[in-house]
């Protein structure tokens, strides 16, 4: 499979650190021509310091490389713990999360789901988006209609999923655990 594919790496999403735009990829040399025409083509600056902070997080990384200190060895404990909490969270209030095994977003299946959502009977708009809408009015708490990422012919076909980002800090995940905590003890369908 080596022959026909691509890694593509971000330091953003690597070391947790939102707007630093340093990438990399991996991949046999006959595609990497190619990607490296389009790149040179598409891509003018590159901020040094941002070069040399992502070197040295590697360079740390590699020399706490299967160690307990290491951010790479302690972030995806850290993050499934806040997985956890939140998928517990979301099911004690009837929501049907999908738990995943390698990302920081939890889907969840709002198929079963009873809230008072507006049925507008004239508007095109997605289920999910009046969900969204309505929960951030009602409830005080956002979360991501997933229609936004699919085409329109393909929208209908998932307009009854969400989804939450549980990389937040623990204060931010405590706030929402309130609110599902409040939510849980209301009579299903308010």
């Known amino acids: ?48 310091a941002a070069q040399e902070a992502v070197a040295r997080a590697f360079q740390t990384e590699f020399e706490r490389m299967g160690k307990p200190e290491s951010y790479l ?39 079963d789901f009873k809230a008072p959502v507006p049925d507008l009977k004239d508007s095109e708009e997605p289920y999910d988006f009046r969900f969204v809408k309505w929960m951030i009015k009602n409830k005080g708490l956002a979360a991501i209609p997933v229609s936004a990422f699919y085409s329109p012919p393909q929208k209908k076909n998932f307009d009854h999923f969400i989804r939450f980002c549980f990389a937040k800090e623990d204060a931010t995940l405590d706030a929402a655990a309130a609110i599902l905590q409040q939510w849980s003890l209301v009579k299903p369908g308010q």
């Open 1 to 48: 499979m080596w022959e026909r594919t691509l890694t593509i790496g971000s330091a953003g999403k690597t070391f947790s650190a939102t707007g630093l735009k340093v990438g990399w990829t991996l991949g046999p040399n006959e595609l990497l021509t190619h990607l490296r025409t389009v790149h040179q083509n598409s891509v003018y600056h590159c901020a040094t």
């Open 73 to 111: 060895v302690q972030l995806p404990k850290e993050l499934q713990q806040k997985r956890d909490r939140l998928v517990n969270c979301l099911s004690a209030v009837g929501m049907k999360p999908v738990v995943p095994e390698g990302t920081y977003f939890l889907m969840v299946d709002l198929s």
